[in-house]
């Protein structure tokens, strides 16, 4: 059974930076991809960035893209997501996820659905995270 574990959330200024992890036990993060997602109070969750298990491609919400970056940690098991430049709309509970079993252009089309503000994709995901709190505030 995979465990997600985030952690790096807190307070921040805006303007401000923050590196979250998402730590995996039980099983390899290498064979899914993984998504990190948000939300806000008030609001439904969204995508924010997505990267997939075998080349590692990026996606991003537009809203973030330039700001944020996402990259993995084999040693560690994780996937980390920067955030930079943060804002008080960035404010949210940020969870990770996993997906595994599919192919690389599958992978690639749910990332991209995951992170598109026009989508209402239900994140069907296989691995939850419980989620940590960012909230930027002067």
């Known amino acids: 059974q995979l465990q997600l574990v985030e952690s790096g959330g807190g307070l921040v200024p805006p303007g401000g930076s923050l590196r979250l992890s998402c730590t995996a036990s039980?099983?390899?993060?290498?064979?899914?991809?993984v998504g990190w997602f948000r939300q806000g109070p008030g609001k439904e969750r969204e995508g924010v960035a997505c990267?997939?298990?075998?080349?590692?491609?990026?996606y991003f919400r537009p809203t973030v893209e330039g700001r944020f970056s996402i990259s993995r940690d084999g040693p560690r098991n994780s996937v980390d997501l920067v955030m930079n430049g943060l804002t008080p709309e960035d404010s949210a509970i940020y969870f990770c996820?996993?997906?595994?079993?599919?192919?690389?252009?599958?992978?690639?089309?749910?990332?991209?659905?995951?992170?598109?503000?026009?989508?209402?994709?239900?994140?069907?995901?296989?691995?939850w995270g419980i989620g940590t709190a960012v909230n930027v505030s002067s």
């Open positions: 039980g099983s390899k993060l290498d064979e899914y991809y």
């Open positions: 990267t997939t298990s075998t080349d590692h491609r990026q």
């Open positions: 996820a996993v997906k595994g079993g599919l192919l690389p252009w599958q992978e690639a089309a749910r990332c991209l659905v995951a992170v598109d503000p026009e989508s209402d994709d239900d994140f069907d995901m296989d691995y």
